[in-house]
C-alpha cells in the first residue's frame, strides 16, 4: 500500500532553518510529481512547494526565496529546505504525490498524503 512518511519537524526560532524528509512506499515514487502543503490553525491548507518528476518545481509566493524543494529518487525521498523561517511558516506539514507531469499546487489534485509533521517558529 503506499505510505508517505514525513519527519524533521520541530521547533525552531526566527530565521532559524529546518529540512523536511517524506519517505514514500508503495507506488512508482520516480513517475510522480511531489509536494509539500502547510496547514496552520485555523487556516485552509495551502500549497508550499511541488517539483515533478522531471524536477522541475514551482513555489508558493509565501515562501519563494526562503525554501527549497528536491527529490531523490533513488531513495524514494521528497525533501524541503526551510530557511529564514517566520512565525507565520508555524503549520502542519504535509508531503502529497500525484501521477502526472503539470506543476500544480491545487490540493485536490494529489492522490496521496502523509500523516504530516509539526513546525513551530517562535519569535
Known amino acids: 500500500q503506499v505510505q508517505l512518511v514525513e519527519s524533521g519537524g520541530g521547533s525552531v526560532q526566527s530565521g532559524g532553518s529546518l529540512r523536511l524528509s517524506c519517505t514514500a512506499s508503495?507506488?512508482?515514487?520516480?513517475?510522480?510529481?511531489m509536494a509539500w502543503f502547510r496547514q496552520a490553525p485555523g487556516k485552509e491548507r495551502e500549497g508550499v512547494a511541488t517539483?515533478?518528476?522531471?524536477?522541475?518545481?514551482t513555489y508558493g509566493d509565501s515562501v519563494k526565496g526562503r525554501f527549497t524543494i528536491s527529490r531523490d529518487n533513488a531513495k524514494k525521498t521528497l525533501y524541503l529546505q526551510m530557511n529564514n523561517l517566520k512565525p507565520e511558516d508555524t503549520a502542519i506539514y504535509y508531503c502529497?504525490?500525484?501521477?502526472?507531469?503539470?506543476?500544480?499546487?491545487?490540493?485536490?489534485?494529489?492522490?496521496?498524503w502523509g500523516q504530516g509533521t509539526q513546525v513551530t517558529v517562535s519569535s
Open positions: 517539483i515533478t518528476s522531471t524536477t522541475a518545481t
Open positions: 502529497a504525490a500525484r501521477a502526472g507531469y503539470a506543476l500544480t499546487l491545487q490540493e485536490y489534485r494529489y492522490t496521496y
Open positions: 508503495g507506488y512508482s515514487y520516480g513517475t510522480y510529481a
